[in-house]
């Protein structure tokens, strides 16, 4: 019984995925590879003409290769903006939960606020603006950062947790410094939540369209997500090429979780029993 259940259960698991996932997927595929005429029926078949690769080559080339400086600087923004949530996300953890004091508690409120309060757009241009980083691929890191550092604290701080306070303590009588127990002896036993902060950042980031639309402005600023509207306009949309645009942005981060999706499951769990 047990056995026919579990049987039940993973075929319903699989058609969930092949729902959600799989066809939606293809769905884009197929579409990248029509003509224009074709693409713009928006129907589930085999294109009449394979046209992927005119698709391909038209979409990289628009717009003076705008794509190409969309991943530049998408790349740019993620890999220092994740850099920096891991540093800080650990250090600010660290601190959380080996030194516990009332300071802390109002900075462990004040990230669980973090999570729940939405993020005020005009302020925060105002704030960006004031600091003469609005329209600047740093002031973009800034903003990512501050948006992701409560996740990032949250899961290393559990993480933390599990590791036995001996080993700080064996650090301390061997005579190291504060930094050196963090940098020498805590922050290489956080792999398993490291790899999780920087995937999931990694594509949070990557995919974002909402934070540089607002806070990056400019031809020379443009991202990946931002590429879409290069295809569409008032009077009419080219969807073959549109739907190669999406598949060109969608194809890095889902590599990545394909990849790594056993590392993600495994740092989100590790903290689970004590926090």
Same mark, same amino acid.
Request: with cysteine.
């Given at each position: 019984?047990?056995?026919? !259940?579990?049987?039940?259960? /993973?075929?319903?698991?699989?058609?969930?995925?092949?729902?959600?996932?799989?066809?939606?997927?293809?769905? @884009?595929?197929?579409?990248?590879?029509?003509?224009?005429?074709?693409?713009?029926?928006?129907?589930?078949?085999? &294109?009449?003409?394979?046209?992927? #690769?005119?698709?391909?080559?038209?979409?990289?080339?628009?717009?003076?290769?705008?794509?190409?400086?969309?991943?530049?600087?998408?790349?740019?923004?993620?890999?220092?903006?994740?850099?920096?949530? @891991?540093?800080?996300?650990?250090?600010?953890?660290?601190?959380?939960?080996?030194? &516990?004091?009332?300071?802390?508690?109002?900075?462990?409120?004040?990230?669980?606020? /973090?999570?729940?309060? &939405?993020?005020?757009?005009?302020?925060?241009? #105002?704030?960006?603006?004031?600091?003469?980083?609005?329209?600047?691929?740093?002031?973009? @890191?800034?903003?990512?950062?501050?948006?992701?550092?409560?996740?990032?604290?949250?899961?290393? !701080?559990?993480?933390?947790?599990?590791?036995? *306070?001996?080993?700080?303590?064996?650090?301390?009588?061997?005579?190291?410094?504060?930094?050196?127990?963090?940098?020498?002896?805590?922050?290489?036993?956080?792999?398993? @939540?490291?790899?999780?902060?920087?995937?999931?950042?990694?594509?949070?980031?990557?995919?974002?369209?909402?934070?540089?639309?607002?806070?990056?402005?400019?031809?020379?600023?443009?991202?990946?997500?931002?590429?879409?509207?290069?295809?569409?306009?008032?009077?009419?949309?080219?969807?073959?090429?549109?739907?190669?645009?999406?598949?060109?942005?969608?194809?890095?981060?889902?590599?990545?979780?394909?990849?790594?999706? *056993?590392?993600?499951?495994? /740092?989100?769990?590790?903290?689970?029993?004590? /926090?």
């Amino acid at each position: 019984m047990n056995s026919r !259940r579990q049987l039940y259960t /993973g075929l319903a698991a699989l058609a969930a995925t092949l729902v959600i996932f799989v066809l939606p997927f293809l769905f @884009v595929f197929l579409t990248a590879a029509k003509t224009k005429q074709d693409a713009s029926l928006l129907t589930f078949t085999l &294109p009449q003409k394979w046209q992927l #690769w005119q698709n391909f080559m038209d979409v990289v080339s628009a717009r003076d290769y705008m794509l190409l400086l969309a991943y530049f600087n998408s790349t740019v923004i993620t890999v220092a903006a994740v850099a920096l949530l @891991v540093l800080f996300g650990a250090m600010v953890g660290y601190v959380l939960q080996r030194r &516990p004091s009332r300071w802390n508690t109002l900075i462990f409120a004040c990230v669980m606020i /973090g999570l729940m309060v &939405p993020p005020a757009v005009v302020p925060t241009i #105002w704030v960006l603006q004031w600091l003469d980083l609005f329209k600047t691929r740093t002031g973009m @890191v800034l903003i990512q950062v501050a948006y992701g550092l409560a996740f990032a604290v949250l899961l290393f !701080r559990s993480f933390i947790a599990t590791i036995p *306070r001996d080993l700080d303590e064996a650090a301390i009588i061997d005579g190291a410094k504060p930094w050196q127990i963090f940098f020498r002896v805590i922050l290489p036993l956080l792999k398993p @939540v490291t790899v999780t902060v920087i995937v999931v950042q990694s594509i949070a980031i990557f995919n974002d369209f909402t934070n540089p639309l607002y806070y990056l402005p400019g031809r020379e600023n443009v991202t990946v997500q931002l590429t879409l509207y290069n295809f569409q306009s008032q009077f009419g949309t080219e969807f073959n090429l549109l739907f190669m645009n999406i598949l060109l942005v969608t194809i890095p981060p889902l590599i990545v979780f394909v990849f790594f999706n *056993r590392q993600i499951v495994a /740092g989100m769990t590790a903290g689970a029993v004590k /926090g």
